[in-house]
């Protein structure tokens, strides 16, 4: 009954955002695809999703965080995440 009511809901908000239809297609592909998170932090300079390296230009722009980017192995999309100095 709750998953009903959660999904009905996600539905509705989902057609209030129209300019966002286009990133919500792309991460429900990603959920039928693949298992676990679809959203997943870049360490390092390697996906935390497949644990493949990002290559340094990719990396460089998730830094600036302008747009939207997708690990180029798994598709997942990424955020940077940065680390504390040790």
């Known amino acids: ?3 009903a009511k959660l999904e009905k809901d996600r539905a509705e908000l989902k057609d209030d955002f129209p ?3 286009a990133a919500i297609a792309r991460y429900e592909f990603i959920c ?9 932090p870049a360490r390092d300079g390697a996906c ?6 990002v290559p340094p230009q990719v990396y460089n ?3 600036i965080g302008e747009k939207v980017i997708q690990c180029p192995s798994c598709k ?3 955020y940077y995440e940065e680390q504390a100095a040790e």
């Not at 935390?48 to 390296?53: I, R």
């Open 1 to 3: 009954k709750r998953i």
């Open 19 to 21: 300019k966002a239809s």
């Open 32 to 40: 039928t695809r693949l298992p676990g998170r679809v959203i997943v």
């Open 48 to 53: 935390t999703g497949c644990n493949m390296m």
């Open 61 to 63: 722009e998730l830094q």
């Open 76 to 78: 997942r999309i990424l």
